[in-house]
C-alpha cells in the first residue's frame, strides 16, 4: 500500500524531486556543456549521421514524447516528432535508416510500443528507449537505451516517469546537440538549468493548498479545455489527459492558436479553460487568447512564470518557477497534474485505478 499517502499517485508525485535527481545523476558533463548516455550504444560519428528522430509512446509517454521532439529541433535542430505508437503500428511506416527511433515507455510492457518496436528493427531501423523498468520487454528490444531511474510508479496516471521521461529527452536532446552545433556556452546554460528543476519540482509541490483550491472549483465543471502553444502545447495535453483519467471530466485539449477555429463557440460561463502560458515569443498572443476567452465570460486558470502580464483578464493565476525556455514544458506541467489529482479526490473517485484503465496495456 501507499503508507503515510492517501494514494501511490500523491506519493508519486511528491517522489518527483528526488526522482529527478536520480535520472541527472552522473549523466551531466559540467566541462564540455553535454550528456554523458553510454547507454544509447551510439558512437559520435553514428549520433551525427542521425538526419531525423522519431518518438514512438502511448498515453502520457506520447505526450511527453511531444515535449521531447521540441527539445531535439530547438537543441539539437535535428527533425523530430512523436506519434502514439498505438498507430504507427497499424500504418505500414516507411523506415528510414538514418532515422533514430526512440520508444518511450514507463513500464516497458505496453504492447503497442512493443510492437512498434519490432516493427521499426524487423526493418533495420535503429531504436532507443526511454524506459522506466529495467530489464522490460521494450528495455530488452531496443539497440541501446536511457534509463529513467524514476522508482516503481504504481498509479496509473504517471508523474514522476513522466517527469524522468522530459528530462531523459533533455539528456538525449543535449548529447545529440552537442555532437552538432549546440554551442559549449549554452550546454553549459541547459546543464545549469538542468540541476536546478528538482528543487523547482519541490516549490511547485509545496504549493498544494492553492492548487487544490482551484482544483475544486475546476471539479464542479462538466467539461473544460486545456490550451497552450507550441512548447505549451503537449503540457496542456498531458494535463486534460490527467483530468479525464481520474476525475472523468470532460477535458479537452486544444492548441490556443486554434481556439477561433472551432473550440471559441463552446466557450460560456459553463466550460473553463487551463491555459499554459508561459513566458516566451508567444506569450502576447497567448495574452490575446485569453481576453477573447474572457470576453465570452469562460472562466480562467493560468498556468504562467512571475511577472507575465496577463491584461484586464479576470483569471487565477498559478505562477511556476523560471528555467531556460526548452525546460519550461515540464515545470508547467507539474501543477496540471496537481489540479487533476486535488479534482478526483474531491469528487470521491479512486485516484490510483480509474475506471476502465490499465496501468499497462500489455495484451492486444
Ligand atoms: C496507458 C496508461 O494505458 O499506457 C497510461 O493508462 C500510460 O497512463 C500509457 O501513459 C503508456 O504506458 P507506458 O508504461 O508504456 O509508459
Redesign the pocket.
Known amino acids: 500500500d501507499a503508507g503515510e499517502y492517501d494514494s501511490f499517485m500523491y506519493k508519486e508525485m511528491l517522489e518527483q524531486p528526488a526522482a529527478a535527481e536520480r535520472v541527472l545523476r552522473g549523466r551531466l558533463d559540467e566541462r564540455f556543456g553535454t550528456a554523458h548516455l553510454g547507454g544509447l550504444n551510439m558512437d559520435p560519428r553514428e549520433t551525427r549521421a542521425i538526419r531525423r528522430v522519431k518518438i514512438l509512446?502511448?498515453?502520457?509517454?506520447?505526450y511527453v514524447g511531444q515535449m521531447g521532439a521540441a527539445l531535439l529541433e530547438e537543441l539539437a535542430r535535428i527533425p523530430a516528432d512523436a506519434e502514439a505508437a498505438s498507430e504507427f503500428r497499424y500504418r505500414n511506416p516507411v523506415i528510414e535508416p538514418d532515422t533514430l527511433y526512440v520508444a518511450?515507455?514507463?513500464?516497458?510492457?505496453?504492447i503497442d510500443?512493443l510492437l512498434a518496436v519490432q516493427e521499426v528493427r524487423r526493418k533495420g531501423g535503429r531504436v532507443v528507449g526511454l524506459v522506466?523498468v529495467v530489464g522490460s520487454a521494450?528495455a530488452r528490444e531496443c539497440d541501446g537505451g536511457i534509463y529513467l531511474h524514476a522508482g516503481p510508479e504504481v498509479a496509473?496516471?504517471?508523474t514522476k516517469?513522466?517527469t524522468n521521461m522530459f528530462l531523459g529527452f533533455a539528456l538525449l536532446a543535449l548529447q545529440l546537440g552537442r555532437v552538432r552545433d549546440l554551442s559549449i556556452a549554452d550546454g553549459k546554460r541547459l546543464i545549469e538549468g538542468l540541476s536546478r528543476i528538482p528543487g523547482q519540482i519541490a516549490q511547485i509541490l509545496e504549493r498544494e493548498d492553492e492548487l487544490a483550491e482551484v482544483a475544486t472549483r475546476l471539479a464542479e465543471s462538466e467539461s473544460l479545455f486545456f490550451i497552450g502553444r507550441v512548447r505549451g502545447f503537449p503540457a496542456a495535453r498531458e494535463g486534460a489527459q490527467k483530468f479525464k483519467?481520474i476525475s472523468y471530466r470532460h477535458a479537452e485539449a486544444y492548441q490556443t492558436s486554434e481556439l477561433k477555429h472551432g473550440p471559441l463557440a463552446l466557450i460560456s460561463e459553463a466550460v473553463p479553460t487551463v491555459a499554459v502560458v508561459p513566458d516566451d515569443e508567444l506569450t502576447s498572443r497567448n495574452v490575446g487568447a485569453l481576453h477573447e476567452i474572457a470576453a465570452r465570460r469562460g472562466p480562467l486558470v493560468v498556468v504562467t512564470h512571475e511577472g507575465v502580464d496577463l491584461g484586464e483578464v479576470a483569471a487565477v493565476r498559478i505562477d511556476v518557477p523560471r528555467n531556460e525556455r526548452e525546460l519550461d514544458p515540464i515545470l508547467l506541467t507539474v501543477p496540471l497534474q496537481m489540479l487533476a489529482y486535488h479534482a478526483a479526490l474531491h469528487l470521491g473517485h479512486d485516484i490510483d485505478k480509474p475506471r476502465n484503465?490499465?496501468?499497462?496495456?500489455t495484451v492486444e
Do not use: M, P
Not at 57 to 62: D, F, K, L, R
Not at 357 to 361: D, E, G, I, W
Open positions: 509512446g502511448c498515453g502520457s509517454a506520447y518511450v515507455s514507463q513500464s516497458g510492457e505496453t510500443t522506466n521494450i496509473v496516471a504517471s516517469a513522466l483519467e484503465l490499465a496501468k499497462s496495456v
